[in-house]
């Protein structure tokens, strides 16, 4: 009897999202995570995340980055570090022949976006990123359009709210989101990947024209860096698609968790609408409401989905749902969408080709 | 003292009027006038003891007439509102205000200059959902509104076939101002204040041909910062379908309310709109005839006309030529 290898991960930085990534790698039968591994250089308090993570989930903690990447013993890369610092390592980890996936956003900025895709064509490991496609709406909504009971789509509504969250619930520190020097931008950086990839998986069209208002309206950090909580966004797609966007974090989204997702797609033989608040149990009690989500947490189900599917795919050598291209498209949404702002105007998506002439290796 | 009022046109509007005032104590429609007089003689005798007329200016100087609502298509809307004025009447009068923004600076110096009242149908403040948003966010309960986000869609609602008024940009002003209005005369009072930028987009849903787009959203950047995404369809698969959401979110909280699940009738002998969305005419035409009693101010300020107005007209400006359109401060009107 043949025992399967088991699946080598390393956690390349650890300061966003690996305590929620790494519950769900553990869980995965024969996923190690061999690592979690912090840059010398990184600020002592990533190091401290590193340290702490890795007492908690009894993983081994490494500085000796191009060391750790160089084991055999690792298949996969997860790189979760401060956005600005993606590309970078998602580089450095194919360029050691390892499969990677990274956290949201894919980079921040468009030259870095281009870098990362070109390092991924020319690498042996595939590149892929965490994103929300597997959640279950998400996924019904696609069936939905894949039988065609929608006919073709021509318009999507699309509210990605969260809220608040920024004392440690859902950001572990809020210069992670809200100081350029960390997030690379504002939440247009932070959120925008979700619902552009949502409106891209849906519609199969590309976005080639983005307006955008922005503001900052709730929140000292980003007031005190200068960047945006909040945004709405115009987009016109091929085929003349037209979707919207809410976007931002907010005091407190309308929706029972931590975020408000919710879409409405109009297409030219019916309509459906998407909510990962739903469907919900009402339970009462004579002092307290709650509901329960039926079918468990959508968001969760999300992060435990794509984690599972990707390790699932790169063991039998297939390329994840979510490619390189996509992940450079969804920073092309969200530069043309800066640049909106700037301008006041509509701006025109940087299309594909362009991106890989004007790559930068 | 009963208000008695004139009812110039005697279309689908004119008869919702109708119908709501019939139910409220203090006024009553006593002369109805259209350019078709089989219209106007059976709605005046659909109301049971109210004269009937073509012309609209001997009903404007009927001295046993105290206040008029105009309910004609937008293209006239100046003319007669200015000549009511002259006469004296308090003024009702159904949206969008006029065609251009030359026509609604005459009308309001008009009504302000004959000293009359003036109340401007932006019905859908008064769908009971929005009367409670706009008293939850007076009485604090989110602070200040920063975000507005609504979608309303609906299947294709126009009659007439090829023929609708709807159709024509000339008559109506465009669909972009003509149904436009009512989700940024929304925005204007919940947000409370004036848009500064209005960009749009919009699409044919059902015929290339159609020569303005059924479907179309907004931004709206107001001056304080705040911002509004509006969504309007006729894209519905179904004539008779409703869906509507919106969304206000303050510095302290948000507001939301689908009509998505909301009990009611749901038959295919009577598809009625959903109980937060209904009785509207009736709470517009209440309001209205507290306003002829003296008991309110118009709930619609002059210079909310012209702030919402301005922006319909920016965003059907933006439509067509695929750009942001920034507007000067509206001059406030008192």
Request: charged share 20%; hydrophobic share 45%; glycine share 8%.
């Amino acid at each position: 009897m043949s025992v399967a290898p088991s699946f080598g991960v390393v956690v390349l930085s650890a300061v966003r999202h690996a305590g929620s990534y790494l519950p769900v790698l553990q869980a995965i039968p024969d996923v190690r995570v061999v690592s979690i591994c912090e840059e010398p250089g990184a600020p002592d308090w990533a190091h401290q995340d590193a340290a702490a993570l890795g007492h908690r989930y009894d993983i081994s903690v490494s500085t000796n980055v191009q060391e750790t990447l160089d084991r055999p013993d690792v298949d996969l890369v997860l790189v979760c570090s401060e956005p600005v610092r993606h590309a970078r390592l998602a580089m450095q980890a194919l360029a050691a022949g390892k499969h990677v996936m990274t956290d949201k956003p894919f980079a921040t900025h468009l030259a870095d976006a281009s870098a990362l895709l070109a390092a991924s064509q020319a690498a042996t490991g595939r590149l892929t990123m965490i994103h929300r496609l597997f959640s279950p709406p998400i996924q019904r909504a696609r069936a939905a359009v894949d039988a065609g009971h929608v006919g073709l789509p021509r318009a999507l509504d699309i509210e990605w709210l969260a809220s608040d969250g920024l004392s440690g619930e859902s950001v572990e520190r809020a210069d992670l989101v809200a100081d350029p020097g960390l997030s690379g931008g504002g939440e247009i950086m932070n959120f925008l990947t979700y619902p552009i990839s949502t409106i891209r998986y849906l519609t199969g069209a590309e976005i080639r024209s983005v307006y955008t208002e922005a503001g900052t309206f709730f929140f000292d950090p980003h007031r005190q860096s200068g960047v945006e909580d909040a945004a709405m966004l115009s987009l016109e797609l091929d085929h003349g698609i037209l979707a919207t966007i809410t976007v931002g974090r907010v005091p407190q989204a309308p929706a029972p968790g931590a975020v408000s997702a919710n879409m409405r797609l109009i297409g030219s033989h019916g309509h459906l609408t998407l909510d990962e608040s739903q469907p919900v149990l009402d339970a009462w009690w004579p002092k307290e409401r709650r509901g329960l989500p039926i079918g468990g947490d959508a968001g969760q189900e999300a992060v435990r989905a794509v984690i599972q599917h990707a390790i699932d795919d790169l063991r039998v050598e297939r390329q994840p749902l979510f490619t390189a291209a996509d992940g450079w498209s969804t920073i092309a949404a969200i530069d043309a969408a800066y640049r909106s702002v700037t301008a006041g105007q509509p701006v025109v998506v940087q299309s594909y080709p362009e991106a890989t002439r004007d790559h930068h290796v | 003292m009963i208000r008695r009022i004139g009812l110039v046109g005697a279309g689908a509007i004119a008869r919702e009027h109708a119908q709501a005032l019939a139910g409220i104590r203090g006024a009553r429609i006593t002369h109805v006038v259209d350019r078709h007089p089989d219209r106007a003689r059976a709605l005046a005798q659909s109301i049971g003891n109210a004269t009937w007329g073509t012309d609209p200016a001997l009903m404007f100087a009927d001295p046993d007439i105290d206040a008029v609502d105009i309910c004609t298509s937008p293209d006239s809307h100046a003319d007669l509102t200015i000549i009511a004025a002259g006469h004296g009447k308090a003024i009702h009068l159904e949206k969008p205000v006029a065609l251009n923004m030359n026509e609604v600076d005459r009308m309001l110096a008009a009504v302000q200059s004959a000293g009359v009242s003036f109340l401007v149908g932006q019905t859908t403040r008064f769908q009971p959902v929005h009367l409670e948003m706009a008293a939850a966010i007076a009485a604090d309960q989110i602070g200040k509104p920063r975000m507005l986000h609504a979608s309303f869609y609906a299947g294709h609602l126009w009659p007439g076939g090829w023929r609708a008024w709807q159709l024509d940009a000339a008559r109506c002003g465009g669909h972009l101002v003509h149904n436009g209005i009512h989700m940024i005369d929304l925005a204007v009072w919940l947000i409370g204040g004036a848009p500064e930028r209005v960009f749009a987009r919009g699409f044919k849903t059902f015929s290339p041909d159609l020569p303005t787009p059924d479907s179309f959203h907004v931004t709206l950047r107001f001056a304080d910062g705040a911002m509004a995404l509006l969504e309007w369809s006729y894209a519905l698969r179904k004539r008779g379908d409703f869906l509507r959401r919106i969304v206000v979110v303050g510095e302290n909280g948000s507001l939301h309310h689908t009509t998505e699940g909301e009990a009611g009738l749901h038959s295919d002998a009577a598809n009625p709109v959903p109980p937060a969305t209904l009785g509207a005419f009736t709470n517009q035409m209440q309001h209205w005839v507290d306003v002829l009693r003296g008991k309110v101010d118009p709930l619609v300020t002059p210079d909310q006309v012209r702030a919402a107005f301005a922006a319909a007209l920016a965003a059907q400006e933006s439509y067509g030529s695929g750009q942001a359109v920034t507007l000067t401060a509206p001059e406030v009107r008192t």
